[in-house]
Structures are given as structure tokens and as C-alpha cells.
């Protein structure tokens, strides 16, 4: 398959260019290396396969949840049986919510930019999109006439790639309107884990509103497990979407070993790990900026991002073109066109930028990111 430098290639098909090459900065899957806490628990994986071996799956699962969602502040969620589903990646979840809200709906009010395989797997189950701009998502209420004609309202927060986080305050407006117009509100949350600003118990905001919602999770932006993750789809008890019935379709659940896996590196991360994080990624952003600061055009469009990503505007350069000379240089980057699922021309001068890297080989690829801007 040569996807090379297709404009029309979706993120995950430049992801894929990017794979094999040791200077991959395109994906948002964790790549850094282990700490001395993770190693520890890497090393302890013949263990964590003989606990999947003799204890019921259910007890290691409860067990994974509730590590995961204490750690990052969701205390009210919702810990019965059977309310969180787990999946082999928050697009299995995705696909699955996909299909259920198609049971119901036709149209679906997404965010705008985001991740371009959310509006495709909702668009591949026959939905039709509306897209919801971001930034008055922060600061107006949705328009009644928006929410009279729609099923859901699906909102990434943190949001990718801007890292821009619904509030609290927000957060309860939005689902106290779309418990007044009985519509979905949906939330994928797969990189709330790098920003303080989204641990507020999302959960207790949702139940009190008392709209009908779901919410996507994921362990796998936050640690570099090699993809032994789990995505998480919960529901709210009057979702009324036939989510378990598909979920049944699709899997009957995850491993007992990757879920001992995320509770292990999610107590790693509650005995001091996230922080340590946040201030690797942190301290990353910062390389990203220096090395690029003072070049004529180069803008940074989310300076209060905390997530494991950075957009970078080009300035009057198109994203392909600096994509080809640093892929020259066996860099790959993200061209930032497919994030604008309703309108691709507004990325067109943006390159996302991961952040989830060693130190040295991010290093390497900025400094060739920064040549490759000084000749183009
Ligand atoms: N199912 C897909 N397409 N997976 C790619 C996705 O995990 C990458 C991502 O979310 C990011 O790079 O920000």
C-alpha cells in the first residue's frame, strides 16, 4: 500500500507510513520509553498472566476500572456490573456506540476539528454529521434549533488535536440541554489523562443532568504498552442504545492480562507516575517550541495544551509539502488536513506533532523539522 504523501490519505493512513520509522512523531499512541516503575511491571508480566490464568475475569476487571477511573478523578462512575464495557481500543468502543446510536438517530452534531475516525465510523454507520465548531462549544449554549434536529452530541475532550477541555461548568450546561432535548451526549475522553483540567468528575456532572450519555476512555495515549490497552465505552442506565447487544457481537470481553496490565500501570501512575508524566510531556512541548521558535510563519496554535500532542501552523507552507522533505529525512509527522473532516482547507498548513517520545529521537526529528522549515 503506498499512501505516500496522498492529500486525501485519513490520519490513520499517514499513522500508517509512519510505523516502522525510528523517527515516528505522527501517531498519539504512547512511544516514550518506560520509567523504572513501568519496567518493573513489564518485568512482571509472567505474573500478571498466572493471576489472568486463576481469577475470575470480573474481579480483575472491576479491579482495572476502578484503579483507572479513581486515578484520574471520575469517582461517580458507573461501577455496576456490566455498565462499563471493556474493548480492545476506544475505536472498538467507537464502532460499537456507532452502531447503536445508528439504531435509533440519523444525524449526529460532532466536534470540530477532531479525530478524523470518529466522523468515520460514525459517517460508515450511515450517520449523517453536523459539525459543531470548538471554540463557541466553550463559551455559548448549543443552539436549540441544532439540538431539535440532531440524535447525539459527540464531543472529544481533551479535544484532539487542540487539547481545548469542556469544562465543568460547560460540561453540566451541555447536558443539562441535551436532557431538555433528550438527545445523546457522548464524550471520548481517550486523552483526558494528561490534563488536570479533566479530572473533575465528569460522571457526577452527567448523572445529575440527567441526560442519556456515553463516554469512550482509553489507557492506550497514556502508557507505551505496545497497544496492550483497553478502550472503555460507559453508558448511563437510561441510554436506552442497544450497546450491550452489539458490544456482544463484537467481543466477548478483554483479557484478564491486559487488564491486570492497565490497573498495574494505572497504580504506578496514582503512586506518582501521572505526575511524572505530565512533566515529561510538559518538558517535551517545550523542546517542540524552543527548537522551532523564531522561524518566520511558524505559529503555535494551542499554547494552553497539556495533552501528548502540539499543532504547529506552517504558515503559508502546505502541510504535504513539508510532510515529503522531512519524510526525505525519515521523519514522519501528521498532516493536520483530516482533522477538518467538514472542512479539510482549514488544516491544510497545520502538522500535529506527538509528543509521547523519547526524548532523543523527538530531539532529532525537530531539528530536522526546523531545517526543512528554513529551506521551504
Ligand atoms: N483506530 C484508529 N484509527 N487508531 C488511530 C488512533 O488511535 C490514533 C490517534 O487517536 C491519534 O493519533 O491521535
Known amino acids: ?22 523517527l515516528n512523531i505522527a501517531d498519539g499512541h504512547a512511544r516514550q520509553e518506560l520509567t523504572p516503575g ?20 470480573e474481579e480483575i476487571e472491576r479491579e482495572c476500572h476502578r484503579t483507572y477511573f479513581q486515578l484520574l478523578g471520575q469517582h461517580s462512575y458507573p461501577s455496576a456490573p456490566g455498565r462499563v464495557l471493556s474493548c480492545y481500543s476506544s475505536s ?11 439504531t435509533r438517530m440519523e444525524t449526529v452534531a460532532l466536534v470540530h476539528p477532531t479525530f478524523d475516525n470518529i466522523a468515520d465510523l460514525l459517517r460508515g454507520n450511515s450517520l449523517r454529521l453536523v459539525p459543531l465548531a470548538e471554540d463557541p462549544l466553550h463559551d455559548q449554549d448549543l443552539d436549540e434549533r441544532l439540538l431539535a434536529s440532531v440524535g447525539c452530541v459527540f464531543v472529544t475532550t481533551p479535544n484532539n488535536p487542540t487539547g481545548k477541555v469542556i469544562t465543568q461548568e460547560r460540561l453540566r450546561r451541555i447536558a443539562e440541554q441535551c436532557a431538555e432535548h433528550d438527545v445523546v451526549l457522548a464524550l471520548d ?14 460522571y457526577a456532572v452527567l448523572q445529575d443532568a440527567g441526560c ?14 505496545l497497544d496492550l490497552k483497553l478502550g472503555m465505552l460507559a453508558f448511563s442506565e437510561n441510554l436506552a442504545l442497544p450497546v450491550e447487544k452489539i458490544y456482544s457481537d463484537i467481543l466477548l470481553g478483554v483479557s484478564p492480562m491486559i487488564l491486570a496490565l492497565a490497573r498495574r500501570f494505572a497504580e504506578d501512575a496514582a ?8 512533566r515529561f510531556i510538559d518538558g517535551n512541548r517545550e523542546l517542540v517550541r524552543a527548537e522551532l521558535s523564531g522561524l518566520p510563519g511558524i505559529t503555535f496554535p494551542d499554547p494552553d495544551s497539556r495533552v501528548s500532542v502540539e499543532r504547529v501552523h506552517l504558515g503559508e507552507r502546505p502541510s504535504v509539502e ?28 497545520m502538522l500535529r ?24
Open 212 to 225: 442519556r450519555w456515553a463516554v469512550i476512555e482509553d489507557t492506550g495515549k497514556l502508557w507505551p504498552t
Open 38 to 57: 513501568q519496567t518493573k511491571i513489564i518485568d512482571e508480566l509472567p505474573l500478571l498472566f498466572a493471576e489472568g490464568e486463576r481469577r475470575p475475569v
Open 189 to 202: 475522553t481517550s486523552f483526558r489523562g494528561f490534563d488536570p483540567r479533566a479530572h473533575y468528575d465528569h
Open 271 to 278: 503512586s506518582g507516575g501521572l505526575g511524572e508524566l505530565h
Open 353 to 376: 506533532i506527538a509528543l509521547a517520545r523519547s526524548a532523543d529521537p523527538l530531539a532529532r526529528s525537530i531539528k530536522a523539522l526546523r531545517l526543512v522549515l528554513e529551506s521551504l
Open 92 to 102: 472498538v468502543a467507537m464502532e460499537i456506540l456507532s452502531r447503536a446510536l445508528a
Open 1 to 22: 500500500k503506498t499512501y505516500a504523501g496522498n492529500p486525501e490519505n485519513n490520519l490513520t493512513e499517514w499513522e500508517f507510513l509512519a510505523l516502522n520509522s525510528e
Open 322 to 349: 513539508v510532510w515529503n522533505a522531512l519524510r526525505e529525512r525519515n521523519v514522519y509527522a501528521l498532516p493536520c488536513r483530516a482533522f477538518h473532516w467538514d472542512a479539510p482547507d482549514e488544516g491544510a498548513n
